[in-house]
């Protein structure tokens, strides 16, 4: 089974894995087949799920709902993640893509999800992108509504700097759950950047988004010898496959970021979660990171 990590300080307790839905309407499932796929996961101890109101053209989380309706009693194995504070112009009445972080849309669009969802409360919401027209204590202001109505038990921020995570932080009387963020051999700016250290500082666990550079890692050339490393890790350490081996380099950071697994396929969230039983040495991670820059440490 999958370990349970609190996410921080009288924070929610989470799956170290995370089942993302982000591309479910691609997945092609009834209702009935993602009931059953929902179980499955489940089943694995992958209890913590990830939607947010834009995904799938604002159509994920009403998709899941459906799943919800027809066996709500799964949603006590669960704890439900959802996102907000994009507009896109999958909706008539955006005419641009912006972010919208007033009092007003976080409020609403939290309900909505929970209408689309078919859920009472939410255990957990992010503010899915900083916006610079984002005032900190409106947020504050949407986040204990939100809290003292019983809709959502924990708040936290998505691709946040360390300086906007403070900012908001300031505003509120308790501590922000997480920042999900995107991590990945081949997305690395945030390990020196100062976001995991505040993390780590704060004790304040990451969500880590598209972990496998959203399949950049497997198709693209210029990642050639990033995969030649990763196939001789994942020997090294008898893997099953290189995901295994990336979804360990994530796993392997101090701040203990959460891996979200973007896949349907419950073959490969079977895959991803044996990568807790990898014991990664300080030389193969380092190797990794040297294969996916193309340069040593100075």
């Given at each position: 089974?999958?370990q349970?990590?609190t996410?921080?300080?009288?924070?929610?307790e989470?799956?170290?894995f995370v089942?993302g839905?982000w591309r479910?309407?691609?997945w092609n499932m009834?209702?009935q087949q993602?009931?059953?796929f929902?179980?499955?996961?489940?089943?694995?101890?992958?209890?913590?799920?990830?939607?947010?109101?834009?995904?799938?053209?604002?159509?994920?989380?009403?998709a899941?709902?459906?799943?919800?309706?027809?066996?709500p009693?799964?949603r006590?194995?669960m704890?439900v993640?959802?996102?907000?504070?994009?507009?896109?112009?999958a909706?008539?009445?955006?005419a641009?893509?912006?972010?919208?972080t007033?009092?007003?849309?976080?409020?609403?669009?939290?309900e909505?999800?929970?209408?689309?969802?078919?859920?009472?409360?939410?255990?957990?919401?992010?503010?899915?992108?900083?916006?610079?027209l984002?005032?900190?204590?409106?947020?504050a202001?949407?986040?204990?509504?939100?809290?003292q109505?019983?809709?959502?038990?924990h708040?936290?921020?998505?691709?946040f700097t360390?300086?906007?995570f403070?900012?908001?932080q300031?505003r509120?009387?308790?501590?922000?759950?997480?920042?999900q963020v995107?991590?990945s051999?081949?997305?690395?700016?945030?390990?020196?950047d100062?976001?995991l250290?505040?993390?780590?500082q704060?004790?304040?666990?990451?969500m880590?988004?598209?972990?496998?550079?959203?399949g950049?890692l497997?198709?693209d050339?210029?990642y050639?010898?990033?995969?030649?490393?990763?196939?001789?890790?994942?020997?090294?350490?008898?893997?099953?496959?290189i995901?295994?081996?990336?979804?360990?380099?994530?796993?392997?950071l101090?701040s203990?970021?959460?891996?979200?697994?973007?896949?349907?396929?419950?073959?490969?969230?079977?895959?991803?979660i044996?990568?807790?039983?990898?014991?990664?040495?300080?030389?193969?991670?380092?190797?990794?990171r040297?294969?996916?820059?193309g340069?040593?440490?100075?």
């Open positions: 089974m999958v349970r990590i996410l921080a300080p009288n924070g929610p989470f799956s170290r089942m839905y479910l309407m691609d009834s209702p993602l009931v059953s929902i179980e499955q996961h489940l089943d694995l101890g992958v209890t913590t799920v990830d939607h947010a109101d834009i995904y799938g053209g604002y159509l994920c989380e009403a899941f709902g459906d799943a919800m309706k027809l066996a009693h799964l006590s194995r704890e993640v959802s996102k907000c504070g994009i507009a896109t112009t909706r008539a009445e955006n641009i893509g912006h972010y919208i007033d009092k007003d849309h976080i409020v609403r669009s939290a909505q999800s929970l209408t689309h969802l078919a859920i009472d409360q939410l255990d957990l919401l992010l503010i899915h992108r900083p916006d610079p984002m005032d900190a204590d409106e947020v202001e949407a986040f204990t509504a939100l809290h109505s019983g809709k959502v038990r708040f936290g921020v998505s691709n360390p300086a906007q403070s900012l908001l300031s509120l009387p308790f501590t922000l759950a997480t920042n995107e991590l051999p081949v997305h690395q700016p945030l390990l020196l100062g976001t250290d505040q993390l780590q704060l004790r304040v666990r990451p880590a988004w598209s972990c496998l550079g959203g950049s497997f198709n050339e210029k050639q010898p990033l995969r030649d490393e990763l196939a001789t890790v994942a020997t090294e350490l008898n893997a099953e496959s995901e295994q081996v990336v979804y360990a380099w994530v796993m392997r101090p203990q970021p959460l891996p979200i697994i973007g896949s349907g396929k419950i073959e490969r969230v079977r895959s991803a044996a990568a807790e039983n990898l014991n990664m040495t300080r030389q193969q991670w380092f190797r990794i040297k294969a996916a820059l340069y040593d440490v100075p």
